[in-house]
């Protein structure tokens, strides 16, 4: 095959007239040569670090919408089926990822669990990060969240660091707001590099320390704002990330929203591109062309440089997308799912109490952290209820792995006047999560996820809705644009029964989050993220 | 459907049929308004008002553009700047005529009894509150002006 274009060569910082020929998935050839076709050809773009399972869908789905905005290539931790399946998980979404063009790179989950003070499907321990450091279909050790254990040279996490060292495997970091002589331990350990800076000295630190700093712009964290204007003179060593991307979003745009911003702020366009395109396959040392000779045919074609809407996708020398339209089809793969827990009833999600104050999670719009509070409690019959007057909700977390005994708090700014939400989503150990105004409503809501072995689910008076998610209760089985139809309806419903949130089931999904502050519900009970122990409701 | 939906449907037919013109007019409203929920602070979508407002002021910089190139005798440089307007135009809802526009500023004037050009403000206000997409302000101010005269 042979393709002309005015040809990006961001290395050289140089655009010119030229042809490239492919040849069995290479570059065997790139010359000058004088054409009139008018577009630009550069290298595809790579996603640093992004948890599929977020979209809801599976990676081969996944890819289908991904390659129409010219990404060629994923870092991706699955950390979240980890979570649910364990090795089996990250199994399958290695097997489900090497059936389609787009080339996922998979990471080995170094903290699964999260936390010690929740049930999760299953714990990937050293022994397992050894298997699958040796996996060469495993590239890199994910996003050592344990930042505390490096500190402290746990034992447990210094081996899983040395693993990925013994296999020259890169080691991701994620240690948020950590600075000064901690950053510099938690880097001198091995750690390369970070998404979760949120302010441009703390990023900055850590370049200046040796790190790479990803940027992340995703549907829930959001740091390009903060973190862009490092990029100019920082540009070898920054890449761009999602972290986490809806279904809804993920058709809207992908890493070429990201450089569509960068370059309308002025920033030099070989600069943007190298940090969405070079700087991941050279960091991971991915197999992903660069667009030289002898590199695999990955590269994307647009029309200008600036808006990045992609006419052409190829991978491996074949056209993958055009025009918006997507050549990967759907493959086969069998459902995989983690949920052993019987249906509840109405007085399981009973608190009984005579308390009069209580301690409630106050949540936050838009924020993954929470406040604790005390407010009056409402008793009837000698159950703890919500309070409607005052937003005050019961809220529930239950074990889906094992039949247990439901967790209850009340949580405060939900404001659903009728009715439950819930949902499988629950970061990280993904428990039933829901919200309710009765304890009826909630076992209803809860009981329909039950049912369906997964999902995020909406219930009033006169209907329920749910959008079922049958693989490890966090992802669908089917294309990205009926999920992301779905989960609209499923969040306009959640606004009808009187959420005033921006995103009912997002702030419904962290507030299990046991590692960011400040008060989180597990499903053993009530957490202060503050000091790192349970607390109990009644104050 | 979605505006931001709505307008990535559009962008795919134009990138298809290689429609220069829809191409460019689409990638600005689409590009305005990524920019516009990304800037410092804006973290969730825009509302369908912030949207219409968006779109509203594009349609108005091309044909603000296009009267001045008239005015200079380019109208080589005046045509394009109206054929983008039309394209980013048809997200706006259907513009009422000059009939509907003064039934609708008589029914504020009587309303709030206003009686001269001292109430101009108000009825203004008033006026493209209620019309808000469906009039550009120019003509709501020429017609409110006509009606309290």
């Keep these: ?539 | 459907m979605s505006l931001q939906k709505e307008l990535m449907v559009k962008l795919k037919e134009a990138m298809k049929s290689k429609d220069t013109v829809a191409l460019e007019s689409l990638r600005a409203v689409k590009s305005a308004i990524l920019l516009a929920q990304t800037e410092s602070g804006a973290k969730e979508a825009l509302t369908q008002d912030q949207e219409l407002k968006l779109v509203q002021k594009l349609v108005k910089q091309r044909k603000d553009s296009a009267a001045l190139f008239s005015e200079q005798g380019r109208e080589d440089l005046a045509a394009p700047e109206l054929a983008q307007a039309e394209v980013i135009g048809q997200f706006l809802p259907e513009q009422m005529s000059e009939e509907a526009i003064k039934e609708a500023v008589a029914a504020i004037i009587s309303q709030t009894g206003a009686s001269s050009m001292k109430y101009m403000g108000k009825v203004m206000g008033m006026a493209s509150k209620q019309l808000a997409g469906k009039a550009d302000g120019k003509t709501i101010s020429v017609v409110v002006k006509q009606l309290l005269a």
């Excluded at chain 1, 996708?313 to 799912?337: C, M, P, R, W």
């Excluded at chain 1, 009056?376 to 529930?396: F, H, P, Q, R, Y």
């Excluded at chain 1, 039950?450 to 669908?476: D, H």
Aim: include cysteine.
């Design chain 1, 1 to 539: 095959m042979i393709i002309q274009g005015n040809i990006v060569d961001i290395q050289n910082r140089k655009i010119f007239k030229g042809e490239i020929t492919t040849e069995n998935g290479k570059i065997i050839s790139i010359k000058k040569t004088e054409h009139s076709v008018e577009n630009y050809i550069f290298p595809g773009f790579v996603d640093a670090h992004i948890h599929i399972e977020s979209s809801m869908l599976v990676p081969s789905e996944f890819a289908k919408i991904a390659v129409t905005h010219g990404t060629v290539a994923t870092v991706s931790d699955p950390h979240e089926i980890a979570n649910v399946l364990g090795v089996k998980g990250v199994e399958f979404m290695i097997e489900n990822g090497k059936k389609v063009p787009l080339k996922f790179n998979f990471g080995a989950p170094s903290c699964v669990p999260a936390t010690s003070f929740e049930s999760a499907g299953a714990i990937i321990n050293a022994d397992d990060i050894k298997t699958l450091m040796e996996n060469p279909d495993i590239l890199y050790l994910a996003e050592m969240m344990n930042y505390p254990g490096v500190l402290f040279d746990d034992d447990e996490v210094l081996a899983k660091i040395k693993h990925a060292k013994n296999n020259n495997k890169p080691i991701d970091g994620h240690a948020p707001g950590l600075r000064g002589k901690d950053a510099t331990k938690y880097i001198a350990a091995g750690i390369s590099t970070d998404h979760e800076c949120f302010s441009f000295e703390e990023a900055k630190e850590k370049l200046e320390k040796g790190m790479k700093v990803i940027i992340r712009e995703g549907s829930a964290a959001k740091n390009f704002n903060a973190l862009i204007d490092l990029l100019p003179e920082y540009f070898e060593h920054m890449m761009f990330c999602s972290d986490d991307k809806h279904p809804d979003d993920l058709l809207l745009g992908h890493i070429n929203q990201l450089c569509e911003r960068a370059v309308a702020k002025g920033i030099d366009v070989f600069k943007v591109l190298q940090v969405a395109c070079v700087n991941p396959v050279k960091h991971y040392n991915l197999q992903v062309g660069l667009l030289q000779e002898n590199d695999f045919a990955d590269f994307i074609v647009v029309d200008n440089l600036e808006n990045f809407d992609v006419l052409e996708t190829y991978i491996n020398g074949k056209l993958i997308a055009k025009n918006g339209q997507s050549f990967v089809q759907s493959v086969d793969f069998e459902i995989l799912n983690n949920f052993n827990t019987d249906k509840k009833k109405v007085t399981d999600f009973e608190y009984k109490s005579n308390a009069k104050k209580i301690r409630v999670i106050e949540a936050l719009d838009g924020e993954l952290i929470t406040n604790k509070i005390e407010v009056d409690s409402l008793i009837e019959n000698g159950n703890l209820v919500s309070n409607l007057a005052n937003d005050i909700l019961k809220m529930t977390v239950v074990n889906r792995y094992k039949n247990d005994t439901p967790a209850i708090a009340f949580i405060k700014n939900f404001g659903l006047k009728e009715g439950a939400i819930a949902s499988s989503v629950g970061h990280d150990s993904h428990n039933i999560i829901a919200v309710g105004v009765s304890d009826a409503a909630i076992c209803k809501a809860v009981n329909l996820v039950i049912k369906n072995k997964g999902g995020i689910c909406a219930i009033s008076n006169r209907q329920e809705k749910i959008v079922s998610l049958p693989i490890a209760g966090i992802m669908s089985n089917k294309p990205a644009k009926e999920i992301g139809k779905w989960y609209a309806e499923l969040d306009e419903m959640a606004k009808e029964l009187g959420s005033t949130l921006k995103a009912p089931y997002m702030s419904l999904s962290f507030m299990a989050l046991l590692v960011i502050p400040s008060l989180k519900l597990s499903d053993k009970g009530l957490f202060d993220g503050t000091s790192f122990q349970f607390t109990t409701l009644e104050v």
